[in-house]
T-cell receptor
Framework: GAVVSQHPSRVICKSGTSVKIECRSL??????MFWYRQFPKQSLMLMAT?????????EQGVEKDKFLINHASLTLSTLTVTSAHPEDSSFYIC??????????FGDGTRLSIL | DAKTTQPNSMESNEEEPVHLPCNHS???????IHWYRQLPSQGPEYVIH???SNVNNRMASLAIAEDRKSSTLILHRATLRDAAVYYC?????????FGTGTSLTVIP
C-alpha cells in the first residue's frame, strides 16, 4: 500500500533553534500534502494544506512565518518550525493524497523544545 | 465543515464484534465518510470510506444510514491490535478535520 515517510521521528533541541521535518510519499506522487499538530490526549489539528509548486494554505490561528512549509516536488514537503520555543513542543504529523485516494499519514515527529 | 459526534470511549471483549457509531447530521451530499484509527505515538491509519452504500474491506465494514446523518464502523472480531482511537471524518476532497474520536479498549 501507499507509504508516507516522515523524518526525523523524534527531535530534541534548545529553545530558539529552527527545526525541519520532512515528509515524503515513497510510492506515489502526492498532489496535496497536509500538516497536523497533536498535543497529548488531544485530536489532530490541521495546520496547513500544501500543493506542489504553490504556497501553502494555513488554517486560522497558525502563523505562516513560524511554520514554514515548502512543497518542492510531488513527493516531498517540508515543515520548518522557526525559532522554536517550549510551547511548540508537540507531535507533528504529515499526510499525502493523490486524486481520489484516501489520505496516507506519516508516523509523526515528536518535537521537544528544552 | 460537517461536525461529528462520537462516544469518547468504548470497550469490547476480544474476538467479539464492535460497532462504533458516528453522528454527522450536517454532512453535505457530496461528503464521503472516512474512518481512520490511530495507535499511540503513530500517525492515523486508513480504515474504510463510503458515500451511500455499505462498504466492506479486509479491515472492517461501514454501515451508512439511509439519510447519511450517521454511520457505524463494524469490526467483526476485535483483536488486541484493534485498540486505538477511531475517527470518522466527512470529507469533501479538501481538508480533513478530525473530531475527538472514540478510544476503543479491547479486553483480553
Amino acid at each position: 500500500g501507499a507509504v508516507v515517510s516522515q523524518h526525523p521521528s523524534r527531535v530534541i533541541c534548545k529553545s530558539g533553534t529552527s527545526v525541519k521535518i520532512e515528509c515524503r510519499s515513497l510510492d506515489f506522487q502526492a498532489t496535496t500534502m497536509f500538516w497536523y499538530r497533536q498535543f497529548p490526549k488531544q485530536s489532530l489539528m490541521l495546520m496547513a494544506t500544501s500543493n506542489e509548486g504553490s504556497k501553502a494554505t494555513y488554517e486560522q490561528g497558525v502563523e505562516k512565518d513560524k511554520f514554514l512549509i515548502n512543497h518542492a516536488s510531488l513527493t516531498l514537503s517540508t515543515l520548518t518550525v522557526t525559532s522554536a520555543h517550549p510551547e511548540d513542543s508537540s507531535f507533528y504529523i504529515c499526510s499525502a493524497i493523490s486524486g481520489d485516494q484516501p489520505q496516507h499519514f506519516g508516523d509523526g515527529t515528536r518535537l521537544s523544545i528544552l | 465543515d460537517a461536525k461529528t459526534t462520537q462516544p469518547n470511549s468504548m470497550e469490547s471483549n476480544e474476538e467479539e464484534p464492535v460497532h462504533l457509531p458516528c453522528n454527522h447530521s450536517t454532512i453535505s451530499g457530496t461528503d464521503y465518510i472516512h474512518w481512520y484509527r490511530q495507535l499511540p505515538s503513530q500517525g492515523p491509519e486508513y480504515v474504510i470510506h463510503g458515500l451511500t452504500s455499505n462498504v466492506n474491506n479486509r479491515m472492517a465494514s461501514l454501515a451508512i444510514a439511509e439519510d447519511r446523518k450517521s454511520s457505524t464502523l463494524i469490526l467483526h472480531r476485535a483483536t488486541l491490535r484493534d485498540a486505538a482511537v477511531y475517527y470518522c471524518i466527512p470529507y469533501t476532497g479538501n481538508q480533513f478535520y478530525f473530531g475527538t474520536g472514540t478510544s476503543l479498549t479491547v479486553i483480553p
